[in-house]
């Protein structure tokens, strides 16, 4: 029987006709509890006829049809004693009282070191094209483990977009359960029964992959999928022996996110990418009937519309048996200009566009030196509408045409091994940033997050998720004050990536 209605007492508190599927995770039922008592999962101790709910199995615990399952636990400890003061300053608030006064959206509790799932769901939920597919998605499509991997995920959008605290709870419960089932090395426990932290790397790259599997292009689209339009760029690689006279060898990979390799010469992120394009390798030569040193250089063919950039920090130390961490200093920028990682080809097709933005911004300087010279400025510049030109090139929707990225997530790693420590999401909204640490949720300002570049003990940023910097051009003013109506904009609808 595994679903069964049960009754749940919290104190004084009766909470009748309660349903619990057993084929889930205990995790999840302790996720319903949070939503029904408030009282976090990990404070909670859950008790039916003498035995107490473990984590990680419900073993001798036994559930049947209105069963009286007792909850111990204070929610008293989550929540700040009532204010003295009748007025309350944004600098004297709480987290929780923050989020309420400035609107603050939703984040994800932390289910026992799932920091990781947390910090990657808030990263990947700035993209709107991909929020969009995952609200839209119909959870009854099956499609195995990465069906219902996708189908949790898009419980969990449609919790985070207004669902409520309790509805986040139980919606990245499941989540979690549908990551083990996609997953199972991300369900391994600790020596005493509770979950293990996980590289959220893998967890990203996990979901990624069950995302790429799940959901579709759109129909004019040459990707197969929705991620590879919006996620996916190509590389145009040459190989060249360094040991024998062969001619160079050519191919095209894909790829869904870049390394930043980082070394004793690496303080910045173009570096550390443009050494990642030009490297040595060791592969076998048929001239010489043996291995031998190659020149592997890679130039960018396709850029996607979200660049991902992963921080190479961790590597395996044999002696400890960890993945330990480079806590170096490398310094990533909000804007980033990848156009000298680009194929001539592509240089070349990017050329329009960037014009484009160097007319605009010699504009936008010899419209500031004129306002600055009259006593009331021009109102008129200032109230002008905008124009907002597509990001993709016309016959590739998904892909980037400027070479230009703003950064719109950073997910962070504060600790020494990427098996321990805490992970936390810092995400972009409108002309500000959050820090999403699991159910916590604050702003922040930008320098903030400049100083997620490492160097301490202090949060160093992991991945980084660059967006497509959008051209917004002032409307020419009309002649005939009379025409109102907006003309067709031939390059289509307005990119999304501004929702």
């Known amino acids: 029987?595994?679903?069964?209605?049960?009754?749940?007492?919290?104190g004084k508190e009766m909470y009748p006709d309660v349903e619990v599927?057993?084929?889930?995770?205990?995790?999840?039922?302790?996720?319903?509890?949070f939503a029904l008592t408030g009282v976090q999962p990990e404070r909670q101790k859950v008790v039916c006829k003498g035995v107490t709910l473990r984590d990680d199995s419900w073993a001798n615990f036994k559930l049947t049809n209105n069963a009286l399952v007792l909850v111990m636990g204070?929610?008293?400890?989550?929540?700040?004693?009532?204010?003295?003061?009748?007025?309350?300053?944004?600098?004297?608030?709480?987290?929780?009282?923050?989020?309420?006064?400035?609107?603050?959206?939703?984040?994800?509790?932390?289910?026992?070191?799932?920091?990781?799932?947390?910090?990657?769901?808030?990263?990947l939920k700035t993209v709107p094209e991909l929020k969009n597919a995952l609200l839209g998605y119909d959870q009854s499509s099956g499609g195995g483990t990465a069906g219902g991997l996708t189908s949790a995920l898009s419980e969990t959008m449609r919790a985070l977009e207004g669902g409520g605290a309790g509805a986040c709870a139980a919606a990245a419960a499941r989540l979690l359960t549908a990551l083990h089932a996609a997953a199972p090395r991300l369900a391994e426990r600790?020596?005493?029964?509770?979950?293990?932290?996980?590289?959220?790397?893998?967890?990203?790259?996990?979901?990624?992959?069950?995302?790429?599997?799940?959901?579709?292009?759109?129909p004019e689209a040459d990707s197969k999928s929705l991620v590879e339009q919006y996620f996916g760029g190509t590389l145009d690689v040459?190989?060249?022996?360094?040991?024998?006279?062969?001619?160079?060898?050519?191919?095209?990979?894909?790829?869904l996110q870049l390394s930043?390799?980082?070394s004793q010469d690496v303080k910045y992120l173009?570096?550390?990418?443009?050494?990642?394009?030009?490297?040595?390798?060791?592969?076998?030569?048929?001239?010489?009937?043996?291995d031998a040193v190659y020149t592997k250089t890679s130039k960018i063919s396709r850029l996607p519309a979200y660049l991902t950039v992963q921080f190479v920090r961790f590597y395996y130390k044999e002696k400890e048996s960890i993945n330990a961490k480079i806590l170096k200093d490398v310094k990533f920028p909000l804007e980033l200009d990848v156009y000298e990682l680009c194929s001539p080809e592509l240089q070349e097709r990017l050329t329009p566009m960037r014009t484009k933005f160097k007319e605009l911004e010699d504009a936008s300087v010899e419209t500031s030196l004129t306002t600055k010279n009259k006593n009331h400025g021009d109102s008129k510049r200032e109230n002008k509408r905008k124009i907002i030109m597509p990001y993709w090139f016309e016959n590739d929707v998904g892909s980037n045409n400027s070479g230009y990225y703003r950064l719109q997530a950073v997910l962070t790693h504060r600790g020494r091994s990427s098996s321990s420590g805490h992970y936390v999401a810092w995400v972009a909204r409108g002309d500000g940033w959050l820090r999403c640490d699991d159910d916590a949720v604050s702003p922040v300002s930008e320098e903030e997050v400049l100083k997620l570049s490492g160097g301490?003990?202090?949060?160093?940023?992991?991945?980084?998720?660059?967006?497509?910097?959008?051209?917004?051009?002032?409307?020419?003013?009309?002649?005939?004050?009379?025409?109102?109506?907006?003309?067709?904009?031939?390059?289509?609808?307005?990119?999304?990536?501004?929702?």
Not at 21 to 33: H, R
Not at 82 to 106: G, H, I, K, W, Y
Not at 247 to 252: A, D, H, I, N, Y
Request: with cysteine; hydrophobic share 35%; aromatic share 6%.
């Open 238 to 255: 040459e190989l060249v022996c360094s040991e024998a006279d062969e001619p160079p060898t050519r191919s095209t990979e894909s790829f």
């Open 456 to 499: 301490g003990d202090w949060h160093c940023a992991y991945l980084l998720l660059y967006g497509p910097k959008i051209l917004e051009i002032p409307e020419e003013e009309e002649e005939e004050p009379m025409v109102t109506d907006v003309t067709e904009d031939p390059a289509g609808d307005p990119p999304t990536a501004l929702a």
């Open 1 to 10: 029987m595994p679903k069964v209605s049960v009754k749940v007492k919290w």
């Open 190 to 218: 600790g020596p005493g029964g509770q979950l293990a932290q996980q590289d959220a790397s893998e967890c990203w790259t996990e979901i990624v992959r069950a995302l790429r599997m799940r959901l579709p292009a759109a």
């Open 21 to 33: 599927n057993t084929d889930d995770e205990p995790v999840v039922f302790k996720a319903q509890i």
């Open 74 to 123: 204070s929610k008293e400890e989550d929540v700040p004693a009532a204010p003295v003061e009748q007025t309350r300053f944004v600098e004297d608030m709480n987290e929780s009282e923050l989020a309420t006064a400035l609107d603050l959206p939703e984040g994800l509790i932390n289910l026992g070191n799932t920091c990781y799932m947390n910090a990657t769901v808030q990263c």
């Open 260 to 262: 930043c390799f980082i």
């Open 270 to 290: 173009q570096s550390g990418l443009r050494s990642k394009m030009a490297e040595q390798i060791t592969k076998m030569s048929e001239t010489l009937g043996r």
